[in-house]
């Protein structure tokens, strides 16, 4: 099978090095910008072509890895192209492969989401890492199984996902990977606000965040609790509350929340009604 790129930013440029690693050919690059298209090309050992149609009609199967405002308008340009029997396949987290390529059917092709579970921070390197990634696929019954066995192959673990659960499923991973980053910085805002400078504040609390983080991938999130939460202690609770502005207590109290149900099921027998009522108040 003979697998065409379109769009040579970070996921493109990682997916083709990723696919020549092991073994798939590929039928080249697209990129409205020649000179990106062309250093993608370089990179990862193929060729690129200067017009969309050409690399259409080389491939077999289609990536788009281009920004997800961008799946459709992309879509639209090759939908009245020769694709029929061909895969077409984004990497949206978000968009289902219904979302993205609408009226696929009527062209006789076959439409994939096709997410690698992996934050792809570089052009260039990213690729190193994404034999550890999950990918989750999701798009037309027909072939659904054997794209499934065709990333399987590479060593990587795959889930099927449902279309309907497409926006959720984008939704957990930014938590757990961008807005992990935001609580962090309001914790090196608030070691600011003690006379820290970034740098030391991250040397500080770097045992905190990086054993907190392989404990909970090692043994799961309640044997991980531990603090104030998840002692019932509602002294120093009311002291954080007492010790942040407005914005930063309510978001306090939220996580907060959440984390009394994780403390409920590790310590079901501790009674944890006033720290709630505290919480409830703000």
């Not at 073994?23 to 250093?39: P, Q, V």
């Not at 289609?62 to 694709?83: A, C, H, K, M, S």
């Not at 497409?166 to 991973?173: L, R, T």
């Not at 006379?195 to 799961?220: H, W, Y």
Request: glycine share 8%; net charge negative; hydrophobic share 40%.
């Amino acid at each position: 099978m003979h697998t065409g790129i379109i769009g040579a930013g970070k996921v493109g440029c990682s997916l083709a090095k990723y696919f020549m690693l092991h073994g798939l050919s590929l039928s080249g690059f697209f990129d409205a910008d020649k000179k990106a298209a062309e250093t993608a090309a370089d990179f990862a050992g193929t060729d690129f072509e200067e017009k969309l149609e050409d690399l259409v009609r080389k491939s077999d199967a289609l990536f788009l890895t281009v920004p997800d405002g961008l799946i459709t308008t992309v879509w639209n340009q090759i939908r009245e192209l020769p694709i029929e029997g061909k895969y077409i396949c984004h990497c949206s987290g978000a968009l289902s492969a219904e979302d993205a390529f609408p009226g696929i059917a009527d062209r006789g092709a076959f439409g994939y989401s096709i997410h690698p579970l992996f934050a792809v921070s570089d052009r260039f390197h990213s690729y190193k890492e994404l034999s550890d990634a999950y990918f989750t696929i999701e798009g037309d019954k027909r072939h659904l199984e054997d794209v499934k066995e065709f990333f399987q192959s590479f060593g990587n673990p795959v889930r099927l996902i449902r279309a309907a659960d497409k926006v959720k499923y984008h939704c957990a991973a930014s938590i757990c990977s961008n807005q992990v980053i935001a609580l962090i910085k309001e914790s090196l805002d608030l070691m600011g606000d003690c006379g820290f400078d970034e740098e030391s504040a991250l040397a500080a609390l770097r045992p905190l965040i990086a054993g907190n983080v392989n404990k909970v991938l090692a043994d799961g999130c309640v044997s991980s609790l531990t603090g104030p939460v998840e002692r019932g202690d509602v002294q120093t609770v009311r002291k954080h509350l007492n010790c942040l502005e407005e914005k930063d207590r309510k978001l306090y109290a939220l996580l907060s929340e959440k984390l009394l149900s994780v403390a409920g099921q590790k310590n079901p027998d501790r009674d944890y009604s006033a720290l709630e009522a505290l919480l409830q108040e703000v």
